[in-house]
């Protein structure tokens, strides 16, 4: 379009639009998505997977007993349920949870691409930005759905097969076992928030390619990439820059008082990934040619 | 609303290759036309009707649609046009009522009360009623494009644009869709349908344009189209060759003879002189008359190529 064209007025065509409700109804896309992200047997299948986690762990410490001399979140499962809870976010974190991230948002764009679903979503008319936000916020969505599978897993198994009460924190001191389980709930939804960032690199990946399959491995790769680099004591000057470098700071919520430090660094780069890849994603769909 | 609902100016599409799909287009659609776009395969039609909707950005050039620039308006624009772009798209594991939602909502200009109510009448209209509740995946070619359509149809729109839209329907189907077309032109919409079958657009258009390599050659009525080719003089008899000679003696031109057909460019003469010289001539006449050129004519004349895929 020549610049000039940028003067032209919306003419009388469009009060013979005769659409009075127009601009009223945004939200709907949304919706819309989620419906697209939730209702597919692989979403659920896939928390169908996270929810046995908890399941599975809470099962081999059951049979193990409490003398397993297991450390960490896992060793403490046996005397405190709610423990389970926190073990099994804090496991499904390095594989399960990124990819299930990995699935979802490498199909987000790439699979309307190769269906040519897009097609009739752009023609609808979607709007490329709209439908970018709606893909977005649907994979945030899924983010917290995916943590908060594993608490309430977690929670019904914990209570089932261990015994519960008073929670020790990790400073020493004990709380009561309801702000134990609010202090699980936080856990869940800093490590959903910790996903964003890997949600982003996968959006902006998908927004490349027709090939869903395509996008996935190379969002994984990327992931991959960024533990083999965070796991090089030699590069530990870029380390803090890197996606999940940060990730294990949840547990600093099982401290009295709650050491926010980290985590809100954490959640700041998070952030900065997010941004970064959700504008190159951006720029991507609103100039990408459909076919 | 005067301005006729699709302008383009000089539009023109260069893919990254270098290959010029569709170059320098000036089209112009009358309001409540049914407006052709004929081509062969790969002559740029879904390229150009791409464009129109904004699904890819022109090398160069301009795009109006109901009076409005494309792309820029088209969260205006789009909502009054219904689409179907090079062959149905669906979520397979979605039923066929279920994708009729999800683009109806993806339209924020869309009334979410009457969305399923909506769905049932287009799925009505396009006849498949009764497999509205299937998974997509079950659907044959026919009904996918018929599905393609009901979401054209889902809304009251001005202008309609179909890319091939009886592609892969069986002949009744294709009737079907035919009529379906008359009748929503009929109140009014206007119709670009871009198809590759001749026939198509000898019944159902008042426009046409065709396409050939990227280029425009030409759009006007199809009734124009068809006149710019002089009626032929064909003559059936078991006496070819004196029918040929008398006729020659006439000034008959371009003749040419086939089993029991003759036929020739009757030049300016009245068809009934002839009719008279070939009786004196004791030529037995089975069948005498002049014959309109099809379109498939027109479009040889104008192309100078078949109805192949260009390359």
């Not at chain 1, 409700?21 to 299948?45: D, K, N, P, W, Y």
């Not at chain 1, 980290?262 to 970064?276: M, T």
């Not at chain 2, 890819?56 to 620039?69: D, K, M, R």
């Not at chain 2, 820029?72 to 689409?83: E, S």
């Amino acid at each position: 379009m020549s610049p000039n064209e940028a003067t032209a007025e919306p003419t009388e065509a469009l009060v013979a639009g005769q659409r009075p409700s127009a601009g009223r109804h945004t939200l709907a896309l949304f919706l819309s998505e989620l419906r697209l992200v939730f209702g597919r047997a692989r979403t659920q299948v896939g928390l169908g997977v996270l929810a046995a986690v908890p399941l599975l762990i809470g099962i081999a410490v059951r049979i193990a007993g409490s003398d397993s001399g297991a450390e960490g979140f896992i060793g403490q499962i046996a005397g405190n349920g709610l423990f389970l809870i926190v073990a099994s976010l804090g496991l499904s974190l390095p594989f399960f949870l990124p990819t299930a991230v990995t699935v979802i948002s490498g199909e987000s764009l790439a699979g309307e691409a190769s269906l040519g679903t897009l097609r009739n979503l752009l023609t609808a008319p979607a709007g490329r930005s709209r439908l970018l936000a709606a893909k977005m916020v649907a994979l945030a969505i899924f983010c917290l759905a995916a943590t908060m599978t594993i608490w309430i897993s977690g929670l019904i198994v914990g209570f089932i097969l261990f015994p519960v009460g008073d929670v020790l924190l990790l400073s020493g001191s004990t709380v009561s076992l309801g702000e134990g389980l609010l202090r699980a709930l936080g856990i869940a939804v800093v490590i959903s928030l910790s996903l964003l960032g890997l949600a982003g690199i996968g959006l902006f990946v998908s927004s490349l390619t027709s090939t869903p399959l395509a996008a996935m491995a190379a969002t994984f790769g990327t992931f991959i990439v960024l533990g083999i680099l965070t796991a090089i004591p030699q590069l530990h000057a870029i380390h803090p820059w890197l996606l999940i470098y940060r990730w294990q700071s949840f547990a600093d919520l099982l401290r009295d008082p709650p050491y926010w430090h980290e985590i809100g660094r954490n959640l700041l780069l998070q952030g900065g990934y997010l941004v970064v890849f959700y504008a190159a994603a951006w720029a991507r769909i609103t100039s990408r040619d459909i076919t | 609303m005067t301005s006729a609902p699709v302008v383009t100016h000089g539009l023109t599409k260069r893919f990254h290759g270098g290959q010029v799909a569709v170059d320098a287009v000036d089209l112009e659609v009358p309001a409540g036309s049914v407006f052709g776009f004929l081509g062969p395969n790969g002559s740029g039609k879904t390229t150009t009707i791409r464009m129109l909707l904004g699904l890819i950005a022109p090398t160069s050039g301009e795009v109006e649609l109901l009076g409005e620039p494309m792309p820029k308006a088209h969260l205006r624009v789009l909502p009054r046009v219904g689409a179907l772009v090079e062959g149905p798209a669906f979520y397979p594991f979605w039923t066929g009522q279920a994708n009729l939602l999800r683009f109806d909502a993806a339209d924020r200009t869309a009334d979410p009360k009457t969305r399923k109510a909506r769905a049932g009448e287009a799925l009505e209209r396009v006849g498949l009623s009764n497999a509205a509740g299937k998974k997509v995946r079950a659907y044959s070619l026919g009904m996918r494009q018929r599905l393609a359509i009901a979401v054209a149809l889902m809304q009251r729109r001005e202008l309609l644009v179909l890319d091939e839209p009886t592609n892969g329907l069986d002949p009744q189907g294709t009737r079907e869709v035919r009529h379906l077309i008359q009748e929503l032109a009929s109140d009014g919409t206007t119709v670009f349908t871009s198809t590759h079958l001749l026939a198509e657009v000898e019944q159902v258009c008042t426009h046409a344009a065709v396409m050939s390599r990227g280029k425009l050659l030409r759009q006007s009525t199809v009734e124009d189209l068809r006149a710019e080719l002089r009626p032929r003089l064909v003559v059936r008899t078991p006496d070819a060759g004196t029918a040929a000679e008398t006729l020659q003696g006439l000034g008959v031109t371009d003749l040419k003879t086939s089993g029991e057909t003759v036929e020739g460019d009757p030049g300016e003469l009245p068809i009934e002189k002839f009719a008279a010289a070939l009786v004196a001539a004791d030529v037995r006449i089975h069948g005498f008359g002049l014959e309109r050129p099809s379109l498939e004519d027109a479009f040889v004349a104008l192309t100078g190529e078949g109805f192949d895929v260009a390359e």
